[in-house]
């Protein structure tokens, strides 16, 4: 029984998995790279034998997930494929909007329409507990704790389990319920996004307060870059706190300017027994994610409505890593201003514009022009939906019978770091491989 790993090896980014029986296989995620040499990683065809493949499984709808699985199609792949019912919904709107992106910026398209809708029409419902057999594979889904939907996937075969974490989350979500380790397993391939690292302990709602109340003052512009999935809530439901407590100073707009973050959120709605106990709570009441003051522009001839809004102002756009998405125009626009200050609620990628400004870059280039950085800049690192050091060793504690843990989906610096922690806590062998290598699990 081998494991191929075909992203996510050395980097955050890309996660594939190709697990190999005797007489067939199973896909674990199949998601985009982003960030450094992603273009001619995302353009290679996989090296999986779609032949023999018994199963595709997706842990969650984060591109970095999913956003290759249309290639499957591309290559024959006619079989199902298994995730919740709120990650099919997620990834459907995440994969559509890929398409749409390609076309309107001419990039080279690593598939289309058609490939897309073909994915979806071979999806099949798993829901959290539910298990599946799929050719000398037994699968169940845990829930992960990450982003709605999202799930760990745990697979047996020969009487030996291995557990693909999936992203695991912080357990402190205030909107979805915290993550569920399995009993028991072999082998752990487990995400190490923050495994050199604990995360702030920050009261996010205070910081977010503070930089409203200083544009309130500068009549300046809150550029907030969020990813349409779980962030862009997360901040609804933070200004929607603050509104009713007392409400944004002077009539205060909130624009919310990402199309594909207003679909996501409107999926949020639908699915409401992924929600914390909290946030249940809440939208028996009222709608968690809207407030007096939100004003959302779907249309891109709306922005003309923001410009002309000379008051103090927050925008919410995407993308989060600020390598596309509208948020692009408005860094265009309002960086150069003095008055602006720009808050980073997510992890910044290498090679993406937000990691240049985070990395102290006071000129940088957005859509080939030239542009000062004149914007504060803040960063909320407690946002994450990534667990952290202490956050991801505590799920490996409760898990019985660990031989081996395979560190994915990290920096090169994250995993070695996280992998000593699990060598001295825990006595356990530590692989961390590397793109393309194979490694013999049982």
């Known amino acids: 029984m081998k494991i191929k790993f075909l992203g996510a090896a050395g980097t955050v980014t890309g996660s594939c998995y190709w697990l190999q029986g005797d007489n067939g296989g199973l896909v674990v995620d199949m998601g985009m790279f982003q960030g450094l040499n992603s273009r001619k990683l995302n353009m290679k065809t996989p090296e999986i034998d779609v032949e023999k493949l018994n199963g595709v499984v997706v842990t969650h709808a984060h591109l970095d997930h999913g956003g290759r699985l249309p290639l499957l199609i591309k290559m024959g792949y006619k079989g199902k494929v298994y995730m919740t019912a709120a990650t099919r919904d997620l990834l459907e709107l995440s994969l559509h909007d890929t398409v749409k992106i390609s076309q309107e910026y001419n990039k080279d398209s690593l598939f289309g329409e058609e490939e897309v809708e073909q994915l979806l029409s071979q999806v099949e419902l798993l829901e959290i507990g539910e298990e599946k057999i799929l050719g000398e594979f ?101 200004l929607d706190h603050i509104q009713r407590q007392g409400g944004l100073p002077g009539g205060m707009k909130v624009y919310f300017d990402s199309p594909m973050a207003i679909e996501a959120t409107k999926i949020f709605g639908k699915y409401r027994q992924y929600y914390s106990r909290e946030l249940a709570d809440q939208a028996k009441k009222d709608d968690p994610f809207n407030f007096p003051g939100l004003v959302v522009t779907r249309q891109a001839w709306e922005k003309k409505i923001i410009r002309k809004d000379k008051k103090a102002k927050i925008i919410v756009a995407g993308s989060g890593m600020m390598s596309g998405g509208r948020i692009m125009g408005h860094a265009k626009e309002y960086l150069p201003k003095p008055s602006t200050r720009l808050l980073i609620v997510g992890y910044q990628a290498k090679g993406t514009l937000g990691r240049e400004i985070v990395d102290g870059e006071r000129r940088v280039s957005i859509d080939g022009v030239r542009v000062e950085v004149n914007a504060k800049m803040r960063q909320i690192y407690s946002m994450s939906a990534h667990a952290d050091q202490e956050q991801l060793l505590k799920w490996l504690s409760k898990i019985k019978g660990v031989k081996k843990v395979i560190l994915t989906h990290g920096e090169d610096e994250p995993r070695r770091v996280l992998g000593e922690k699990v060598k001295t806590r825990f006595g356990l062998e530590v692989d961390k491989p590397i793109l393309g290598e194979e490694i013999e699990y049982l």
């Open 138 to 238: 037994k699968v169940r889904f845990l829930r992960a704790g990450h982003i709605l939907g999202a799930v760990s996937v745990m697979v047996e075969a020969k009487g030996k389990s291995v557990v693909f974490s999936g992203d695991v989350g912080t357990g402190e979500s205030p909107l979805i319920l915290p993550p569920e380790p399995p009993e028991k397993a072999d082998v752990v391939i487990l995400e190490s996004t923050y495994g050199d690292r604990l995360h702030e302990d920050e009261d996010e709602e205070k910081i977010l307060r503070e930089e409203i109340e200083k544009v309130s003052r500068n009549k300046g512009v809150l550029l907030i870059p969020v990813f349409s999935i779980q962030r862009s809530q997360r901040i609804l439901h933070l």
